[in-house]
């Protein structure tokens, strides 16, 4: 079976979640259980992920980089707003904005910045930078 509507992929979603409120509800969704809900549940989510792979536009969820996450913490933690971060890093604010979205290398100056202003681990910003 191959889901190749939308009415198809939202009825087979709509049953998909019965299906896990029921399994929830028995008790049959432990970690490494193996019954006719798991497997059920894994077939549904097939055919779902093959429709989204060739039907939906849907962009996977990406992992943020650890050195951008660190630089993040330390402005969240010290109330730092992107404009103030940039001004303290001694870049231009879309600089910095780029850089936070990856569409931007870090380069010498600013590692050195990140680790002599921000405190970051130089390990943590060779091997991310």
Same mark, same amino acid.
Request: hydrophobic letters at 45%.
């Given at each position: 079976m191959k889901l190749t509507t939308r009415k *198809?992929? $939202?009825t087979t979603k709509q049953h998909m979640e019965a299906v896990i409120a029921e399994a929830?509800?028995? &008790? +049959?969704? =432990? %970690? =490494? +259980?193996d019954n006719e809900y798991t497997r059920e549940? /894994?077939?549904?989510g097939s055919l +779902?992920?093959?429709? =989204? $792979? *060739?039907?939906? $536009?849907?962009? %996977?969820l990406r992992v943020k980089n650890p050195l951008i996450r660190s630089i993040e913490e330390y402005f969240f933690?010290? !109330?730092?707003?992107?404009? =103030?971060?940039?001004?303290?890093? &001694?870049?231009?604010e879309s600089?910095?904005?780029?850089?936070m979205n990856g569409k931007r290398k870090i380069? +010498?100056?600013l590692a050195k910045q990140l680790h002599t202003q921000l405190n970051i681990d /130089? !390990?943590?910003?060779?091997d991310f930078a």
């Open positions: *198809e992929y $939202d929830t509800a028995k &008790g +049959m969704l =432990e %970690p =490494e +259980m549940i /894994a077939r549904l +779902m992920a093959q429709y =989204e $792979d *060739e039907y939906l $536009d849907i962009t %996977p933690a010290h !109330n730092i707003r992107q404009k =103030e971060g940039a001004k303290l890093l &001694g870049i231009n600089v910095l904005s780029q850089v380069t +010498m100056a /130089a !390990n943590l910003i060779l």
